[in-house]
């Protein structure tokens, strides 16, 4: 038995948990449920146990999917779950300890969050939901609360997963807060869209706390109209924080450029996009694993590169050598890295935006990966042709557009600005703001 050092009481749980854990107190109980502080003997560290009866509502169903979602997650944002034990008549979950205040403690007690410190906390929360909804077994967690959102020592995390579904399942009983819910969700379907919106609720809750004038960039984003996914809800608040920094903007964000066949333009166009990203003051790095050599030879070929901690700089180019080394500990703790993944199509699919290259030869215009059809991905056809461009727009349903190729990769030209504008503010709204 675990004995409360604050009461003395006896508190039922399996012997096996007994003998790994000591009892510090009781954090929470209920009818149904039991959270108690304890703390582990080997190694001294604190842990929460949840004990669950198996006849609650709460039950055996419940209990035992939540456990099964979070022995899977392994995320900074997201409790761990070290263990499940159970007995006759009860469930026990060992949880990480989170220590800390809820959103809504933090808002009742302080009253206001800046807007800098809301956009901070969005891109956590689309974080989390990218990593729930790209999962491999993608999860909707359906439960989008102020009272869910943990301030722990400058960490977001995101708590209680007892209603957290799998999207295989395409229904679920469990619908949430009824003032954060969507009307699908009312209706019991599950759809990576309820986080979505949930999240908004939340986050306009929070918004609306602040004391500092409105900003109309953030009402933008809280608006409802959800279309995207969470991968692009992030990099829309990235966006806006680089904005918040007006010196130099880092955003923590993958771009990946490939290309269906070689010789098509596809080191070119990362290049001049690490050039256009960096002359916008977003700062950017590009990174060469075409196995292509790309960096090599442009120095060989143009002396006027500067190496500097391994990287290469440009006029606005910032270049990072492909070589283990230079990856290791040399790259910035932050910065927008382009990737230039050449023909490889696997290694852009980890990116959070994909440029996906097209050729026009007849030959290869027809073979497009399934990345093409996300929408992540912009297409564009090079070298250029109308005709193709306009039956591979039909076929995903989407605008294709076309680069201008020139001598000089570097050059920030009128024509690529342009181009560049379009296709940057078509997959992230609000960068050129």
């Known amino acids: 038995m675990l004995l409360s050092k604050e009461g003395g009481d006896r508190i039922n749980i399996s012997q096996?948990?007994?003998?790994?854990?000591?009892?510090?107190?009781?954090?929470?109980?209920?009818?149904?449920?039991?959270?108690?502080?304890?703390?582990?003997?080997?190694?001294?560290?604190?842990?929460i146990?949840?004990?669950?009866?198996?006849?609650?509502?709460k039950g055996r169903d419940n209990s035992l999917k939540e456990a099964d979602i979070?022995?899977?997650?392994?995320?900074?944002?997201?409790?761990?779950?070290y263990d499940l034990e159970e007995d006759e008549d009860y469930f026990y979950l060992v949880e990480e300890y989170i220590v800390g205040e809820s959103m809504a403690d933090y808002l009742y007690l302080h009253q206001s969050i800046s807007?800098?410190?809301?956009?901070?906390?969005?891109?956590?929360?689309?974080?989390?939901?990218?990593?729930?909804?790209?999962?491999?077994?993608?999860?909707?967690?359906?439960?989008?609360?102020?009272?869910?959102?943990?301030?722990?020592?400058?960490?977001?995390?995101?708590?209680?997963?007892?209603?957290?579904?799998?999207?295989?399942?395409?229904?679920?009983?469990?619908?949430?807060?009824?003032?954060?819910?969507?009307?699908?969700?009312?209706?019991?379907?599950?759809?990576v869209s309820n986080d979505i919106i949930s999240t908004k609720v939340a986050l306009k809750k929070i918004y609306e706390s602040s004391k500092e004038k409105r900003s109309l960039p953030i009402e933008r984003l809280l608006k409802c109209d959800v279309n995207g996914t969470a991968t692009e809800e992030k990099l829309r608040w990235l966006f806006l924080l680089a904005d918040e920094n007006k010196e130099k903007k880092h955003l923590d964000v993958n771009i990946a450029v490939v290309g269906n066949d070689k010789g098509i333009g596809v080191s070119h166009i990362a290049i001049a996009i690490n050039c256009y990203l960096n002359n916008k003051g977003?700062?950017?790095?590009?990174?060469?694993?075409?196995a292509g050599d790309?960096?090599?030879?442009?120095?060989?070929?143009?002396?006027?590169?500067?190496?500097?901690?391994?990287?290469i700089y440009h006029d606005c180019f910032k270049?990072?050598?492909?070589?283990?080394?230079a990856l290791e500990e040399k790259i910035p703790p932050t910065g927008l890295m382009v990737i230039d993944c050449g023909t490889c199509i696997d290694k852009a699919k980890r990116s959070d935006i994909i440029i996906y290259v097209v050729s026009s030869r007849l030959y290869k215009s027809n073979e497009i990966d399934d990345v093409a059809f996300e929408k992540r991905t912009c297409v564009i056809v090079n070298p250029r042709s109308v005709w193709t461009g306009v039956e591979i727009a039909k076929m995903l349903s989407k605008k294709v557009y076309s680069f201008p190729i020139d001598e000089d990769p570097f050059a920030i030209t009128q024509v690529k600005n342009q181009v560049l504008d379009r296709i940057i503010s078509k997959i992230i709204p609000n960068s050129s703001d």
């Open 319 to 325: 270049g990072l050598r492909r070589s283990g080394e």
């Open 115 to 191: 807007h800098r410190e809301l956009i901070r906390i969005a891109t956590e929360l689309y974080n989390v939901l990218e990593y729930l909804h790209n999962f491999e077994t993608p999860i909707c967690y359906q439960d989008m609360k102020l009272e869910h959102i943990y301030l722990s020592k400058g960490r977001i995390v995101l708590i209680d997963y007892g209603i957290a579904t799998y999207l295989r399942d395409k229904e679920s009983p469990m619908y949430g807060t009824l003032s954060y819910v969507s009307e699908a969700q009312l209706q019991g379907k599950c759809d």
């Open 294 to 311: 790309v960096i090599e030879k442009l120095s060989a070929r143009d002396r006027s590169l500067n190496e500097k901690d391994n990287i």
């Open 16 to 47: 096996k948990l007994s003998d790994k854990y000591d009892e510090i107190k009781v954090i929470y109980e209920s009818a149904a449920s039991l959270v108690i502080l304890v703390r582990l003997k080997s190694l001294r560290h604190e842990r």
């Open 282 to 290: 977003i700062e950017s790095f590009y990174i060469d694993e075409s």
């Open 49 to 57: 146990i949840k004990r669950i009866a198996k006849s609650s509502d």
């Open 70 to 81: 979070l022995l899977n997650l392994r995320h900074p944002n997201i409790p761990i779950l």
